[in-house]
């Protein structure tokens, strides 16, 4: 049987569309409260409406993940709502691949604001809107991190960033009661995903995986659901691999 979530209320950061979207409706059709946060307003609305078309609780927020004062405010609308927060993705994303020597400062400036501040952020936001229940964060992490890529410097930066900070986070929150835990998905064609790699890239990755395929926005919200849920209330500090298998092969 699946987890039940009644009780929870959950800030998912990214959540108009892709794994963010998909974790949405996951933790909602399982009884979460979930702020449907996404910086694209329509967005955010169709993934909250749908939510609350087929019963579930949902609040659709408009606002930038790097904009500390904005993931405050959307945890107290959200508190204000349905209660204390119990848990936070982490999953908004800004993205940008190419060789190390075309980075460019505002480029970079970007996705470190909106990858890595906005975990930041998030769990700040967390601390200050949690009630007495325990807490769980989930950020959203990358087989990149584990595994050198080219042409990825700047999003291996974050990624590896967000590896470090769920283990020392995990550590830190542990004694309050605040389990930190990331998933790492392998390729999913999201639409984000899809704007940075063509079919010949999917090719390549379907071939390295060892499960011969894709993922699915659903299987990486499976994981995402299984973390923050008491399911897990004894794991923290883990990065959960939703990848096929690309990170266990080395050949
Ligand atoms: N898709 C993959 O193959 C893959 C693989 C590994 C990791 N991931 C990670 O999963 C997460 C989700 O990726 P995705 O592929 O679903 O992306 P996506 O681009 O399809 O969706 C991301 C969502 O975040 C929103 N967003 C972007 N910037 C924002 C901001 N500043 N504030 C609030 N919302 C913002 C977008 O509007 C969009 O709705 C990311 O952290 C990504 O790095 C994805």
Known sequence: MSEDLTDQVVLVTGAGRGIGGATARLLAARGAAVGVFDIAA????ATADA???????????VADASDRKAVFAAAASLSAAFGPLTGVVNDAIFIRYGP????????????????????????QALLTHRGEKPASVVNLASPVA???TANTSSYTAVKGAIVALTRQLAVELG????????????????PGARAIVDEAGYARRRAQTPLGRLGEEAEIAAAIAFLIGPDASFITGEVLHADGGITAKSM
């Open 175 to 190: 004694p309050r009661g605040v389990r930190v835990n990331a998933v790492a998905p392998g390729a999913v064609p999201t």
């Open 51 to 61: 939510i609350t078309a087929s019963g579930g609780k949902a609040l659709p927020i």
């Open 42 to 45: 329509e967005l955010a609305h």
């Open 100 to 123: 190390v020597e075309g980075v460019e400062e505002e480029v970079l400036d970007r996705m470190f604001a909106v990858g890595i501040k906005g975990a930041f952020w998030g769990v």
């Open 146 to 148: 584990d595994l050198g």
